[in-house]
């Protein structure tokens, strides 16, 4: 049978057959909503546990919208649309109003990309900030949490009268579900910050995937009360990517309330582990910093000392901003405790995700398919390059046999795969 996947903005198609699939895992098939602009609207009007734009009182104040930047599938044009236009009936000016790209440590967006993003009225009407993490001029500092992590945020948002955050709620590795106060932990955080954080996650969850309550959360929703967030917008889409529905609210109320619903599209049952899993990372592709999101559900799919095959493109390669990165994933989780411990790291943010790979490496063989990623780095990486995944099939194949069994994860950037037991896995 031939085995199609999402890969950029095209696909990849294999050859399996089909007495060893298992599973093909992917979001659910929902409905979006009717009218995305009239979702918008009526969120806004009925906050959750929060107030409505009226109450914020915004005539005369500055106001910071701190919203994601390209890696993210958040339709923040949409979100913009209805949230600028309430802000304005209540007397808000849009010399007033700044939106802040909480691009955490990626590499700042282009005009083009911001017109894409966000529209091009939008772009060329309001004041739009990249977030410069490793800029102290941008930062200031408000206190530590959980013992070693600095609060350094950035300074024009938490200077505003009033603070606004957006986003879209899918899985996530580190947070359990993205969205909520996330966007400005690690999205509009100082380096320092960025980097305990990543550290912190991937010493207490290695991977934390779907799990609601984990300390990543903790630390992000602590994060969240230090930036005194005055109202959340965050929606739920299909793996289409279309508006389903869009919460708005206290940033910790209404964005768990999006969780329970984003479950019924991301969070996804499966009768059973595999030998070899094969995901795509799609939606998160640009680089490989985005694109190990794909090995997170693999590993929830796969079993321990199964194999996993990823199919991602990263035509901006292994990592624009963390050149260190590559260097630290050579090592096992045991070596770069040992840097970590005797200080030998200069990027915290590296070494965070580097522990993170490195532990499902140490679980799982990995095969990569990827034009964007050479051999080189691949090796260096700890991973095993292959053109074709009939290639990588044949390898693990010959490793776990010929009816090993094989589970293929369509969108494996976006997706909670989990055995109906393991539902917030541990």
Same mark, same amino acid.
């Given at each position: 049978m031939i085995v199609k996947l999402p890969y950029g903005a095209g696909e990849l198609a294999f050859d399996l057959?089909?007495?060893? +699939?298992?599973?093909l895992i992917r979001p659910a098939e929902v409905r979006p909503a009717t009218d995305p602009v &009239?979702? &918008?609207?009526?969120? +806004?009007?009925? !906050?959750l546990d929060g107030p409505t734009i009226d109450e914020l009182a915004p005539r005369g104040k500055s106001i910071a919208i701190a919203v994601d930047d390209n890696t993210r599938t958040t339709p923040t044009h949409l979100l913009l649309d209805g949230l600028l236009a309430k802000l304005q009936a209540a007397g808000a000016r849009k010399d007033r109003i700044q939106l802040f790209i909480a691009l955490g440590t990626h590499r !700042? =967006?282009?005009e083009s990309e911001m017109k894409e993003k966000y529209g091009p009225e939008v772009v060329e009407e309001y004041t739009i900030i990249n977030h410069g993490f490793d800029d102290p001029s /941008?930062?200031? *500092? &408000?206190? @530590? =949490?959980?013992? @070693?992590v600095p609060v350094w945020i950035n300074k024009g948002f938490l200077d505003a009268d009033l603070r606004i955050v957006t986003g879209n709620i899918? !899985? %996530?590795f580190n947070a359990g579900w993205a969205a909520g106060a996330k966007i400005l932990l690690p999205g509009l955080a100082g380096e320092e910050t960025v980097g305990r954080m990543h550290v912190h996650s991937a010493l207490t969850t290695p991977n934390g995937l779907g799990m609601e309550d984990n300390p990543t959360r903790q630390l992000v929703d602590a994060y969240g009360e230090r930036a005194k967030i005055h109202l959340l917008i965050n929606s739920v889409i299909t793996r289409h990517q279309e508006i389903v529905k869009v919460y708005v609210g206290h940033f910790i109320t209404a964005h768990r309330r999006g969780v329970e619903h984003a479950k019924a599209v991301y969070s996804v049952p499966i009768n059973s582990v595999a030998d070899i899993t094969v995901s795509s990372s799609y939606p998160a592709d640009i680089e490989y910093w985005q694109g190990l999101k794909g090995l997170f559900s693999a590993d929830l799919a796969t079993k321990v000392g199964g194999g996993i095959i990823e199919v991602t493109p990263c035509p901006e390669g292994v990592s624009v =901003? %963390?050149?260190?990165?590559?260097? *630290?994933l050579q090592y096992g989780t045991d070596e770069l405790n040992e840097m970590y411990r005797t200080g030998q790291i200069e990027d915290f943010v590296a070494l965070g995700l580097a522990l993170n790979v490195a532990h499902i490496r140490e679980k799982h063989p990995v095969c990569i398919i990827s034009h964007g990623i050479s051999d080189k780095h691949a090796e260096k990486m700890g991973f095993h390059k292959f053109d074709n995944v009939e290639d990588a099939l044949t390898m693990l194949t010959r490793k776990y046999g010929a009816d090993s069994t094989v589970n293929v994860l369509t969108h494996g950037g976006e997706t909670y795969p989990h +055995? !109906?037991?393991? /539902?917030? %896995?541990?």
């Open positions: 057959a089909s007495a060893r +699939l298992q599973e &009239v979702a &918008v609207t009526n969120a +806004l009007a009925s !906050p !700042p =967006m282009t /941008q930062l200031t *500092y &408000v206190g @530590d =949490m959980a013992g @070693d899918i !899985p %996530h =901003m %963390h050149p260190k990165w590559i260097e *630290y +055995l !109906p037991q393991s /539902q917030g %896995h541990s």
